[in-house]
């Protein structure tokens, strides 16, 4: 029983058109909201220095740090762990002297909280001139 006798039956179509108008507007979308990052080196022309002979009339402060965080204050062992009393045994050193430089050697495998914690009490102790000691390969 063939109830559509003389209809014809069209074959399907998919229009792409609307399909590629979707697709069109999320690459535009996503074209303009995407940030590109550019990645430059810095040119940097690093300063040269030729040792002097150092002052004698200084007095140096040197700050030893180990690598489990343990300070000295010219090779003399101090039990300080906070900024508060290291700054306290840096005035006592000093002695008011604040022309004195802080050498800071620091092992290399030293955490870097430890060398701050030191360059932070030797600035609430007045002490300004702070250089690191270094060894040459």
Known sequence: MNFQKGKKTDDFEINFIPLIDVLLVIIIFLVVSTTFA???QLKINLPTAEANVADKNLDFINVTISKEGQYSINQKS???KTVAELTIKLREISAGNMDNPLVINADALASHQSVINVMEA???AGLTK???A???N
């Open 38 to 40: 550019r990645f430059s």
């Open 78 to 80: 101090i039990s300080a």
């Open 122 to 124: 030797s600035r609430q």
């Open 130 to 132: 702070i250089t690191f």
């Open 134 to 136: 270094t060894k040459v």
